[in-house]
């Protein structure tokens, strides 16, 4: 993470912004869709029209190119501020709600089943997940909520998020795709309130 | 599957149903490992080290030996009835302790986590899982429990399952897989029994 904190994010000059969001796009496509193992810089370089050594400069490694690419497209700290904001009692479904709602907005719903398609394909990426996902959203949440086991939590959390994204929009379960998004809230949420706020066994 | 029911299941000659579980055995850890797509008859075949035109003998097509080896290895028909004979109140925790126990078994977590592998890598291998579990345990649990709306039960219930899965086993995420399997019961329980049993919003 250090050498990417060493360079922004993105580049001062036009040109270079274009051609790294390009880039950006083009291994966010293939990560998503062929997953992990089968992107490589050269595959990426060739679908965004430009010399492999090009992502190399600004990505340095297919393993920082998939973190920075599968990164949030929103920031994450509001989101968490809000939902400690609010009352306790409804924070499972406030959860759901923010979560449900992002997914109709094709820039996060691209990222969060590249990242389950491309976990479930590649131990690398799985790898790479497990040690970004916890500092995001459901992370800090569970640990600024005040309660016990909060990494338990955020897996447990994570669990039924994660399930419900591969079921409703990856394996495309018919009953659940027929769903609109208040009522995946009305399932969904009890058992995130459950998981983020009730009385663990 | 006529075609499939039209030859027996296990070879008559002990070489040939000897050679078939080979074949099962070789296509199973493939299609796990690297998926359904990169998964081919004639790597199957080389695995195995019989000729492909065999691999085609027995399975017909890809296709059918994905349906075929990716098979629950047990019977779900007696689980089932096991499941419905005891008290409605429990049969959220009955589940999950069914199936988590079942985990610990290689075949059965073999053929689990392989089916999301699949599914979550290839377009094809989620539809040929979106025809065969809904006639498998969970459907016919939620269809022959008496309740409203059984496919949105069963869809539900899948979700929270195939999300531990994910969590726990494919990504690896340290708080579960530090679980034991009766806590990890006493988590699922509570939502499986809303999602079987409990009134839905």
Redesign the interface.
Known sequence: MTTTNARPRSGRRPGASGTRAAIAAAARVQFGDV?FDRTTIRSVAAAAGVDPALVMHFYCSKQQLFVETMALPFDPAPVVADLLAGERETIGIRLAHFLLHAMEDPAVSTVLLGR??A???DPEA??L??DLVPGELVGPLTRELGVD?P??R???V???????????W???????AA?DVE?SI??LG??LQ??LAGP??
Not at 170 to 176: C, F, S
């Open positions: 997953g389950i398609r976990a479930a394909s799985a790898r997940l497990r086991q990494e338990l955020a897996g447990l994570s669990s039924q998020l994660i399930g419900f994204a591969v079921a409703r990856i394996v495309g379960v018919e009953a659940l769903l009522r009305a399932f009890p058992s459950r998981f663990l066994p």
